[in-house]
């Protein structure tokens, strides 16, 4: 029984190094493949239908008409609402908030109806490798604490029992952690987070036209389109 368990540690431990090689060897393969792109959804990319997984965020500076600030964020968190988002925060005159990912960029759209665009910016990050390299290290892990357990549950000694109930102890902090770095990536790709930051327009006075005509005219009589 002993040696059983001995054997049982050192096979886990050859499983930790040759598990790089495999991961390697399928990052590569998921690199080979082009990306589809859609807003936090994962995506099949080729005829294997491995997919990749894309998540997307966004944020946008815009003006709006004087004095409709109020009523703007108003608006504005009711199509949140009406799109099942959540506001994560608010300020009197921005909205920091998530959607579902495969409505993100159908509110980004709504949300520029709202105002004039000043600023936008929508980035993307490819997760696709840190995923599939915590969900094989789960797995893998999640085997490895069947065949503890059932080792434990056949120890003669006590010697036998702490040993295995060390490499138990460590197996199942390792997939508490995975576990938590799944759900992590899966809420990633479930909502997408959006931040507007909003302005009001600036209402020229009579000198204020003055000064805009005679910048217009100035130009005119250096710079001719």
Known sequence: ??????????????????????????R???NSTN????????????NKNQPRIVTYSASLNMEIEKH????????LTKLIQMKEGVIISKTLNSVYFKVPGDSFFDMISQVKSIGSVVYEQVTSED??????????????????????????????TVEESVKVEQELHRITNEIDTLKGKMNLYQNMV?????????????RK???GWIFYAA?????????WD
């Not at 990306?35 to 080729?46: A, L, M, N």
């Not at 915590?134 to 357990?149: D, G, S």
Request: aromatic share 14%; proline share 1%.
């Open 1 to 26: 029984m002993k040696h059983l368990i001995y054997f049982l540690i050192l096979l886990f431990q050859i499983y930790c190094s040759s598990y790089e090689k495999k991961t390697m060897a399928a």
């Open 215 to 223: 910048y217009v005219s100035i130009r005119w009589l250096f710079i």
């Open 190 to 202: 479930q909502y997408s987070k959006i931040n507007v930051y909003l302005v009001e327009k600036e």
């Open 205 to 207: 006075g009579p000198l």
């Open 127 to 156: 997760i696709t490798e840190a995923y599939y390299d915590a969900k094989i290290r789960l797995e893998n892990a999640e085997k490895f604490q069947k065949r503890y357990l059932d080792l434990l549950a056949k120890a003669k």
């Open 68 to 75: 409709k600030m109020a009523e703007t964020i108003e608006n």
């Open 28 to 30: 590569e393969t998921t």
């Open 35 to 46: 990306t589809k792109q859609s807003g936090g959804e994962f995506r099949t990319q080729d």
